[in-house]
């Protein structure tokens, strides 16, 4: 019924979009600063750096919520919430775009760009909510919302990338490309090797998870693994 599907889609949603909102604020609180501060090839390096170990930090996590999906909503709802594993596995390969997307629009925050930033935003919304009302014709609608989010956001990324090269120089090093195709790989792997099973399939989701964070840590250079580390102590102090 109605009722019954909506409450699939925000028991989906509701864990798909809060599963970075910790890392992301808790990034921001030091990315954002810095960032502002600087200029030029300065604020290029700080770009990288926030890239790669911001995509290093969320890689492990997103493929472990993939993997723990079932799991996750058995702990926070019931078993009945269990067929949302088909929109939150969609949610949760998004949010790996989300967290690059994230660091392409720091510079308009930092430097107090508001209009260009709220026009991007709106633009996402306007995207994904012509795509949301496109796959609600679909018959299993749930996956198809999803399979529009990520589209919404490929779409999204490659612009904002394009114009954080254009306006502040922002283009991420081959090592990071690599690091990022890579870390996709293992999460479409992980998505695919599970599906909408509602079971778990705890052998990958022990394994893969470590295959994420060692395809995180080759994508680091020494100096950003040390960042990292920093960046993770003043996260827990905080």
Do not use: C
Not at 36 to 46: F, L, M, P, Q, Y
Not at 162 to 184: C, E, M, N, Q
């Amino acid at each position: 019924g109605g009722m019954a599907a909506a409450g699939l889609f925000a028991a989906g949603w509701g864990v798909g979009m809060q599963s970075m909102s910790l890392i992301l604020s808790s990034f921001g609180t030091y990315v954002l600063p810095t960032v502002a501060a600087t200029a030029g090839e300065e604020r290029r390096k700080v770009l990288q750096d926030s890239a790669t170990l911001l995509l290093g930090i969320s890689l492990p996590l997103l493929t472990a919520l993939l993997l723990f999906k079932p799991l996750v909503l058995r702990i926070l709802f019931t078993a009945e919430f269990l067929p949302a594993v088909a929109l939150l596995q969609w949610l949760l390969l998004g949010n790996y775009l989300k967290a690059l997307l994230w660091v392409a629009a720091v510079p308009m925050l930092a430097t107090a760009d508001v209009r260009r930033y709220l026009v991007v935003e709106v633009g996402w919304y306007v995207l994904f909510a012509g795509g949301s009302a496109l796959a609600m014709q679909a018959v299993d609608w749930l996956p198809a919302i999803g399979a529009a989010f990520v589209g919404t956001y490929v779409i999204y990324l490659l612009a904002a990338l394009w114009f954080a090269d254009r306006r502040y120089g922002f283009r991420l090093a081959p090592r990071s490309v690599a690091g990022l195709l890579g870390g996709a790989a293992v999460l479409v792997l992980a998505a695919g090797l599970t599906g909408n099973d509602t079971t778990g399939r705890w052998t990958l989701a022990i394994s893969l998870p470590i295959v994420a964070a060692t395809v995180a840590l080759l994508a680091l250079t020494p100096q950003q693994r040390q960042r990292g580390r920093l960046l993770a102590l003043r996260m827990v102090r905080r």
